[in-house]
C-alpha cells in the first residue's frame, strides 16, 4: 500500500473511531489528524472538510454492505433466516464488534 493510501486509511479510521465515541460535531479535523498520526495539513490534503471525511466514510460501509460476504448478506442469502432469528443476531454482533473484509479474524463462515 503506497504511502498516500496509508495516510487516507488512517485518517479514515480515526475519523469512524472519534465520531463514533464523541460524535460528529465534537471532533474537529484536529482531532482526526491527531488521532491518525498525520498532520492537519495532510487531512486537508485528502479531505476538503469534515463533511468530506463522513461522506467517505457513508461510501466505505455501503461497499462493504454490498459484499456478498459481509455477515448479515451471508444468512440473509442462506434463505433460512426467517427461522433462525439467532443466526441473523450473530451475524449483527459480528459486524457490530468490528467485522472488516479480508480481515483473519472474520468468523463467516461459522455462521
Given at each position: 500500500m503506497?504511502?498516500?493510501?496509508?495516510?487516507?486509511?488512517?485518517i479514515l479510521d480515526a475519523a469512524l473511531e472519534l465520531f463514533s465515541h464523541?460524535?460528529?460535531?465534537a471532533?474537529?479535523?484536529r482531532d482526526i489528524a491527531g488521532k491518525a498520526?498525520?498532520?492537519t495539513g495532510s487531512v486537508?490534503?485528502?479531505?476538503?472538510?469534515?463533511?468530506?471525511i463522513f461522506l467517505a466514510l457513508l461510501e466505505q460501509f455501503q461497499a462493504i454492505t454490498k459484499r456478498p460476504d459481509f455477515p448479515i448478506n451471508v444468512v440473509l442469502e442462506r434463505g433460512d433466516f426467517l427461522d433462525d432469528f439467532a443466526a441473523l443476531a450473530d451475524a449483527a454482533q459480528q459486524?457490530?464488534?468490528?467485522w472488516r473484509p479480508g480481515?483473519?479474524?472474520?468468523?463467516?463462515g461459522a455462521l
Amino acid at each position: 500500500m503506497l504511502q498516500v493510501d496509508r495516510s487516507r486509511t488512517a485518517i479514515l479510521d480515526a475519523a469512524l473511531e472519534l465520531f463514533s465515541h464523541r460524535g460528529y460535531g465534537a471532533t474537529s479535523m484536529r482531532d482526526i489528524a491527531g488521532k491518525a498520526g498525520v498532520s492537519t495539513g495532510s487531512v486537508y490534503h485528502h479531505f476538503q472538510d469534515k463533511e468530506a471525511i463522513f461522506l467517505a466514510l457513508l461510501e466505505q460501509f455501503q461497499a462493504i454492505t454490498k459484499r456478498p460476504d459481509f455477515p448479515i448478506n451471508v444468512v440473509l442469502e442462506r434463505g433460512d433466516f426467517l427461522d433462525d432469528f439467532a443466526a441473523l443476531a450473530d451475524a449483527a454482533q459480528q459486524v457490530l464488534a468490528g467485522w472488516r473484509p479480508g480481515k483473519e479474524e472474520n468468523t463467516v463462515g461459522a455462521l
